[in-house]
């Protein structure tokens, strides 16, 4: 089973920037696509941005040219990170790193990131 581990988040002004990353408990095989979401409490979990192994990156129109995904795949864990840029107080969430596996969906712990003044 695998385990991601997230880390960054925290407070921030508008305007400022925050990176976060997330790594896998172990090595994954093949092609995959990892990817951040985001969650308001009372609102569903939306996607933020995915980028695949081959490094085609996705992102939701509310963070394109502010975000930027990449993924580090020459260790044998893989890492995923979010350089967000130009942050919103409507950035203010929880954001989870995801993986999909097979036909199972992992997900980090979430980690707080908050855009205020």
């Known amino acids: 089973q695998v385990q991601l581990v997230e880390s960054g988040g925290g407070l921030v002004q508008p305007g400022g920037s925050l990176r976060l990353s997330c790594t896998a408990s172990?090595?994954?095989?093949?092609?995959?696509?990892m990817g951040w979401y985001r969650q308001v409490p009372g609102q569903a979990r939306e996607l933020v941005a995915t980028i695949t192994t081959r490094g085609v990156a996705d992102y939701a129109n509310s963070v394109k040219g502010r975000f930027t995904i990449g993924i580090e795949t020459d260790n044998a864990e893989p890492t995923v990170w979010i350089q967000m840029d130009s942050l919103k107080p409507e950035d203010t969430a929880v954001y989870y790193c995801?993986?999909?596996?097979?036909?199972?969906?992992?997900w980090g712990q979430g980690t707080q990131v908050t855009v205020s003044s």
């Open positions: 995801n993986v999909p596996i097979g036909v199972r969906n992992y």
């Open positions: 172990q090595s994954i095989r093949g092609l995959y696509v």
